[in-house]
């Protein structure tokens, strides 16, 4: 254990609270069978890209939202929320909802609204003016809000798995009453946040077109930063691409630390512990579900969430009690994804080049003197790890990234090591399938009258998904199909 793992009791214990330690949970973790997976869930926690992309979140991290951050919720009624509600990190997500009757624009048609949206119908306010719509409020978190962040695109009212952390474990699967039932669905998580959790958490945080949180209570978690009156628009074109744009600026990041997480503990059913039947094929893709999970799977899963939780003394969410496994990850990407690419690329044509390209990726590691590929391999793996980061037993991100970091620097290694182009080129073709990186999908800088469009809930097509392009607001009305693709929603 080293210096920021140690300084970690000993604030808990000022707090008069200890985390639990690993240890504590239902059985030790297996993150290494699916550490891509984990790896992945690292990556693209609170990003809007590669979660819209890897929209079957399976794990639960604790969320902290600083004191003082503002966040908005788009209504009919002027009156400040007193109870449960939905909040949003962009205005314009939430100016969607701040329509006369409190309900979505007409460019939102191809979902119901939701049942919380009802109530709002019978009491619009006065239709006295025709440019006035609904209120956008405006809020600031009172306290440090502890959240559970719920990850993927786990808002997205969908049957492809979208829903299945929250419908199959946190609500034991047991009511289950729809895709469109998110009013009884965020009920059953504050109920929970109240009973098992007894209190800890504040919230549900999730993702759909913009992050979002079901805040328990507003009265105890909020004060209000101001009320003012929405506009009526009928410009439903660029009403949208003011809203996609909104939400995909925030596709590398929720950003500026407006939620911090733990990736030290945190619970995933690509844990292999649980040993669920996680892995589906649905045309041509394969998609983590949950609902094959046993009663007694379940179970397991519930209790490690509530040990994760009940851990969770007063701050230990907080930035300094948590390594950034994010910033490594994002380190290992940033260095390795243009260049494994460009190895299976044609301009590498003969395995002379190829190992050329391999030898100066690993240069860095070699001791050209006293060649040793266990030492190299070590050397690379553990390049953005730093000595005083918490060990894979300290840490369960620390086991899926280390995992990863050594499986690229070790195929790197060997397939340098072919004596055949092919079977070199084959090498790194697994290594990219198996590592299945969002970043390989960016579309590149759009001129500023485009963004790059992907199916984010309940817009885009299945060829969005397949190959995201630039798109200007003409270009992006009417992409539909892909949320339809299986059944409807
Ligand atoms: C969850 O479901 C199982 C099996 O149906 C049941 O035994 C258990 O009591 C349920 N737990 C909760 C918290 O609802
Ligand atoms: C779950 O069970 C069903 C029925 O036995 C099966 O068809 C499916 O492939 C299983 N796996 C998943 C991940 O759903
Ligand atoms: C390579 O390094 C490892 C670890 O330091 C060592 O155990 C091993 O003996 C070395 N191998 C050779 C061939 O020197
Ligand atoms: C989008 O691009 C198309 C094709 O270039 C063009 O016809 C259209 O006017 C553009 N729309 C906007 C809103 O700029």
Same mark, same amino acid.
């Given at each position: 254990?080293?210096?920021?793992?140690?300084?970690?009791?000993?604030?808990?214990?000022?707090?008069?609270?200890?985390?639990?330690?690993?240890?504590? =949970?239902?059985?030790? #973790?297996?993150?290494?069978?699916?550490?891509?997976?984990?790896?992945?869930?690292?990556?693209?926690?609170? &990003?809007?890209?590669?979660?819209?992309?890897?929209?079957?979140?399976?794990?639960?991290?604790?969320?902290?939202?600083? /004191?003082?951050?503002?966040?908005?919720?788009?209504?009919?009624?002027?009156?400040?929320? #007193?109870?449960?509600?939905?909040?949003?990190?962009?205005?314009?997500?939430?100016?969607?909802?701040?329509?006369?009757?409190?309900?979505?624009?007409?460019?939102?048609?191809?979902?119901?609204?939701?049942?919380?949206?009802?109530?709002?119908?019978?009491?619009?306010?006065?239709?006295?003016?025709?440019?006035?719509?609904?209120?956008?409020?405006?809020?600031?978190?009172?306290?440090?809000?502890?959240?559970? @962040?719920?990850?993927?695109?786990?808002?997205?009212?969908?049957?492809?798995?979208? =829903?299945?952390?929250?419908?199959?474990?946190?609500?034991?699967?047991?009511?289950?009453?729809?895709?469109?039932?998110?009013?009884?669905?965020?009920?059953?998580?504050?109920?929970?946040?109240?009973?098992?959790? /007894?209190?800890?958490?504040?919230?549900?945080?999730?993702?759909?077109?913009?992050?979002?949180?079901?805040?328990?209570?507003?009265?105890?978690?909020?004060?209000?930063?101001?009320?003012?009156?929405? /506009?009526?628009?009928?410009?439903?074109?660029?009403?949208?691409?003011?809203?996609?744009?909104?939400?995909?600026?925030? @596709?590398?990041?929720?950003?500026?630390? &407006? +939620?911090?997480?733990? @990736?030290?503990?945190?619970?995933?059913?690509?844990?292999?512990?649980?040993?669920?039947? =996680?892995?589906?094929?649905?045309?041509?893709?394969?998609?983590?579900?949950?609902?094959?999970?046993?009663?007694?799977?379940?179970? !397991?899963?519930?209790?490690?969430?509530?040990?994760?939780?009940?851990? !969770?003394?007063?701050?230990? #969410?907080?930035?300094?009690?948590?390594?950034?496994?994010?910033?490594?990850?994002?380190?290992?990407?940033?260095? @390795?994804?243009? &260049?494994?690419?460009?190895?299976?690329?044609?301009? =590498?044509?003969?395995?002379?080049?190829?190992?050329?390209? %391999?030898?100066?990726?690993?240069?860095?590691?070699?001791?050209?003197?006293?060649?040793?590929?266990?030492?190299?391999?070590?050397?690379?793996?553990?390049?953005?790890?730093?000595? +005083?980061?918490?060990?894979?037993?300290?840490?369960?991100?620390?086991?899926?990234?280390?995992?990863?970091?050594? +499986?690229?620097?070790?195929?790197?290694? #060997?397939?340098?090591?072919?004596?055949?182009?092919?079977?070199?080129?084959?090498?790194?073709?697994?290594? %990219?399938?198996?590592?299945?990186?969002?970043?390989?999908?960016?579309?590149?800088?759009?001129?500023?009258?485009?963004?790059?469009?992907?199916?984010?809930?309940?817009?885009?097509?299945?060829?969005?998904?397949?190959?995201?392009?630039?798109?200007?607001?003409?270009?992006?009305?009417?992409?539909?199909?892909?949320?339809?693709?299986?059944?409807?929603?």
């Amino acid at each position: 254990m080293r210096s920021l793992v140690l300084a970690l009791p000993t604030l808990a214990a000022l707090v008069g609270a200890t985390p639990a330690p690993l240890g504590s =949970l239902t059985s030790p #973790s297996d993150l290494t069978t699916n550490a891509n997976h984990v790896f992945n869930a690292i990556h693209s926690a609170l &990003r809007q890209w590669g979660s819209s992309l890897n929209h079957n979140g399976m794990s639960y991290f604790l969320a902290t939202v600083p /004191k003082g951050t503002q966040l908005y919720h788009g209504t009919s009624k002027e009156e400040p929320i #007193s109870g449960m509600e939905w909040l949003a990190y962009e205005p314009e997500h939430s100016l969607v909802f701040s329509g006369r009757h409190g309900g979505p624009p007409p460019f939102h048609d191809n979902f119901r609204l939701n049942d919380q949206q009802q109530p709002l119908f019978e009491s619009g306010p006065p239709e006295d003016d025709d440019d006035l719509a609904g209120y956008l409020h405006t809020y600031c978190a009172a306290h440090p809000l502890r959240l559970i @962040y719920v990850d993927g695109e786990a808002a997205a009212k969908s049957d492809k798995g979208t =829903l299945d952390t929250q419908d199959y474990i946190l609500l034991n699967g047991t009511e289950k009453k729809g895709v469109f039932w998110d009013f009884e669905r965020a009920k059953g998580m504050c109920e929970l946040a109240a009973t098992e959790w /007894k209190g800890q958490i504040h919230g549900i945080l999730r993702m759909e077109g913009g992050f979002e949180i079901i805040l328990c209570s507003f009265k105890d978690s909020l004060e209000v930063v101001r009320i003012t009156r929405a /506009k009526s628009d009928s410009r439903l074109e660029e009403q949208k691409f003011d809203y996609y744009r909104a939400i995909t600026a925030r @596709y590398d990041g929720v950003g500026g630390d &407006r +939620t911090l997480l733990n @990736y030290d503990q945190f619970v995933t059913g690509f844990d292999a512990k649980y040993g669920i039947d =996680l892995f589906r094929e649905v045309e041509g893709r394969t998609l983590p579900r949950l609902m094959n999970a046993t009663a007694k799977q379940v179970g !397991m899963m519930r209790e490690d969430i509530r040990r994760v939780v009940l851990g !969770m003394g007063t701050d230990v #969410s907080l930035p300094e009690h948590s390594f950034n496994w994010q910033g490594v990850a994002d380190m290992i990407v940033g260095r @390795y994804a243009a &260049r494994l690419k460009y190895l299976v690329s044609p301009s =590498l044509s003969t395995l002379e080049a190829f190992q050329r390209e %391999i030898d100066s990726t690993l240069q860095p590691f070699i001791d050209y003197a006293r060649r040793n590929s266990t030492t190299e391999s070590e050397r690379c793996a553990t390049q953005f790890i730093p000595e +005083t980061a918490p060990t894979a037993s300290e840490s369960m991100a620390a086991a899926a990234v280390s995992h990863v970091a050594h +499986t690229i620097c070790s195929t790197l290694l #060997s397939a340098s090591e072919e004596t055949s182009y092919e079977a070199a080129v084959e090498k790194v073709k697994e290594l %990219i399938e198996y590592l299945d990186w969002t970043t390989w999908k960016e579309c590149g800088a759009c001129d500023p009258d485009k963004l790059c469009m992907l199916p984010i809930w309940p817009f885009g097509s299945l060829e969005d998904f397949m190959h995201p392009t630039c798109m200007n607001a003409t270009q992006m009305t009417g992409r539909r199909g892909y949320w339809r693709l299986w059944g409807r929603s």
